[in-house]
Nanobody, 122 residues
């Protein structure tokens, strides 16, 4: 059974940094981070394939970095230069069937973490 356990998150001032991590059990997957703000749809943040190729949404490119440690089956999201608009619940997700065309769609991911709150104050 696949389980994703997230950690990190919290409250930070604008311009600050936070790190998230997500430990996966039950296999090696392509991993993604999504976020959902109140009243908004879940949106893609970043993805990393098992071989290390990374993809980012335009809104976080240059500020966020996704990485993974395959030995630990853990994916990380380092968030720098945070803005109030980054405030959301952040979810990690895993999939065995990712493609370049679908990696930014929540529908492409089979497994989800419980979510962790990130709040950026102005």
């Amino acid at each position: 059974q696949v389980q994703l356990a997230e950690s990190g998150g919290g409250l930070v001032q604008a311009g600050g940094s936070l790190g998230l991590s997500c430990a996966a059990s039950g296999g090696t997957f392509a991993m993604g981070w999504f976020r959902q703000a109140p009243g908004k749809e879940r949106e893609f943040v970043a993805a990393i394939w098992s071989g290390g190729r990374t993809y980012y949404s335009d809104s976080v490119k240059g500020r966020f970095t996704i990485s993974r440690d395959n030995a630990k089956n853990t994916v990380y999201l380092q968030m720098n230069s945070l803005k109030p608009d980054d405030t959301a619940v952040y979810y990690c997700a895993a999939t065995t069937r990712i493609t370049r065309a679908t990696l930014d769609s929540p529908l492409a991911y089979d497994y989800w973490g419980q979510g962790t709150q990130v709040t950026v104050s102005s």
